[in-house]
Nanobody, 123 residues
Framework: QVQLVESGGGLVQAGGSLSLSCAASGREISDYAMGWFRQTPGNEREFVASISWSGTYIYYGDSAMGRFTISRDNSKNTVFLQLKALKPDDTAVYYC????????????????WGQGTQVTVSS
């Protein structure tokens, strides 16, 4: 089993940047495809980005394309999400997730989830 802990969220003005981290423990994240999702109150969790086991394949949701960058450092057991050109609509709780068998853009393949980190973008 793997435990995931997100960090790096906070309050930022529109147009600003944030760097999110997801630190894993219990297992090597090289065993997992990793993803980031986000959620606002009353809404379903939305796919943001995913990255394959070695980082070869990367996918972004429409909201993230061109502004967010996912990366991973398996030697540090950590996944990152760089957020740039932030908008108030990016305000959400951002979750990190790990998938053992499938690199996906939906919640289904992901076996483990972190507790989330709040990102708030002011206008």
């Amino acid at each position: 089993q793997v435990q995931l802990v997100e960090s790096g969220g906070g309050l930022v003005q529109a147009g600003g940047s944030l760097s999110l981290s997801c630190a894993a423990s219990g297992r090597e994240i090289s065993d997992y495809a990793m993803g980031w999702f986000r959620q606002t109150p009353g809404n379903e969790r939305e796919f943001v980005a995913s990255i394959s086991w070695s980082g070869t394949y990367i996918y972004y949701g429409d909201s993230a394309m061109g502004r967010f960058t996912i990366s991973r450092d398996n030697s540090k057991n950590t996944v990152f999400l760089q957020l740039k050109a932030l908008k108030p609509d990016d305000t959400a709780v951002y979750y990190c997730a790990a998938a053992a068998t499938t690199l996906g853009a939906t919640m289904g393949p992901y076996d483990y989830w972190g507790q989330g980190t709040q990102v708030t973008v002011s206008s």
